[in-house]
């Protein structure tokens, strides 16, 4: 939910999305972190989550994919105070085609003061906080 300010926050909810040359290395953190990941409820992107759900047998609810509305259905739930924490392995690399969603994404993120990384350094930061 939207982080109350100056308290330390409580994550139960987490998204996990990644761009596709980071989707490996999401997936290899992911299982690097699953046993503390298997105790939040977990949402993804549909590519993302599907690998996630395969590769690592995490219990994770799959939206729809990126490009296909999923980065605004993340967004929608950030603004609907329903998600706690956002881990998005985004690629500064590449040129993408749904770039103004994932700007949404990241600035829905950063209005409702939601626990965010958006690399790998930053997320271990985050799940060593709740291991
Ligand atoms: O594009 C994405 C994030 O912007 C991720 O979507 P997929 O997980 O469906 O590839």
């Known amino acids: 939910?939207?982080?109350p300010k100056n308290s330390?926050?409580?994550i139960k909810t987490m998204a996990l999305v990644a761009h596709d040359q980071k989707k490996d290395a999401l997936v290899e953190w992911v299982q690097a972190h699953k046993s503390m990941?298997?105790?939040l409820t977990l949402y993804g992107t549909g590519t993302t989550g599907g690998r996630i759900a395969n590769e690592t047998g995490l219990n994770i609810e799959c939206l729809k994919s990126g490009p296909l509305g999923g980065d605004a259905q993340i967004g929608a739930m950030i603004a609907e105070n329903k998600l706690d924490a956002l881990i998005f392995?985004?690629?500064p690399l590449s040129a993408l085609p749904h770039d103004v969603d994932v700007k949404s994404l990241l600035r829905l993120a950063t209005l409702y003061n939601t626990?965010?990384?958006?690399?790998e350094a930053s997320a271990s930061l985050i799940?060593?906080?709740l291991e």
């Open 127 to 129: 799940v060593s906080s």
């Open 8 to 10: 330390f926050p409580n």
């Open 37 to 39: 990941l298997s105790t």
């Open 115 to 119: 626990v965010l990384a958006i690399n």
């Open 89 to 91: 392995f985004t690629d």
């Open 1 to 3: 939910m939207t982080q």
